[in-house]
């Protein structure tokens, strides 16, 4: 797995920012010196990520030229991919193009890409195809979300054992017993509850930890912790998609008028599913009021 090797992990902190969501973070403190040529592609790689997380799309496909290894061109692909809906056939095909190459195909950044993408487009069992092997933590924690997605609990538990016996106290670890733990809900909400907990102790509070809080409260009915966690979250970034989304439930369930969180999510990410859910049952209302009229 990756970061097997001995001596010290030159990346644990980055790679930490950049799990838990602290993506301008990670980008100001990626200047990591005496790193090795492999360690400089893994860095450059979670930047560039991370850009690609805060909606840079662009900067990525300029800053990543050809002469690029493999898993800085896998991660140009991805924010090609996210950039424009023009984007997408051509950008699987590529992708499909290097997945099949003998050279490059196995590349445990390629994969994670090819995986993303195709979760993106809910086709789980090409996802799967590229990332079933695992051999990293970060294929690992991808295949734990894929499989919650495919309401498969019990493989994604399989996942997660993986995880753990290589190291139980990794934050992709804790991050996806907490995503199984909201997936299976009932009395493990309160368990992924505390996860956040101790992350939002540990580290400076992000967009991704509050959020996540925020949905475990609501799943135990606490709509009032979840809303005050959303309004922080709101003010770390107020074009968040989750953020808005999470509000618009939120908001429903205390009472409170949810059209100008709707609003916002429409105008900055017109193809959330929220949004495209709404917008399907605003024309079978309209269909609905024109077959009565």
Known sequence: MAGMGSGPDHLFNLRNTFYLGAYQTAINNSEIPNLSPEDAVERDCLVFRSYIALGSYQLVIS????????????????????????????????????????????????????GTVFMHEEDYNEALKHTHAGGTMDLHALNVQIFIKMHRSDYAEKQLRVMQQYDEDHTLTQ?????????????????????FQDFSERYPMTCLVLNTKAVCCMQMGNFDEAESLLLEALNKDAKD???????????????????RYLSQLKLSHPEHVLVKRVSSAEDNFERALQSIA
């Open 175 to 195: 991050l996806a017993t907490a995503w199984l733990n909201l997936a299976v809900g009932g009395s493990k909400i309160q368990e992924a509850y505390l996860i």
């Open 63 to 114: 800053e990543i030229d050809e002469a690029a290894a493999t898993p800085l061109q896998a991660v140009k692909l991805l924010a090609m991919y996210l950039s424009s809906p023009d984007n997408k056939e051509s950008t699987i095909s590529s992708l499909k193009e290097w997945l099949a190459d003998s050279t490059i195909g196995n590349n445990a950044i390629l994969r994670l890409i090819a």
């Open 241 to 259: 998609p989750e953020t808005l989304a999470n509000l618009v439930v939120c908001s429903l369930h205390v009472g409170k008028s949810s059209s």
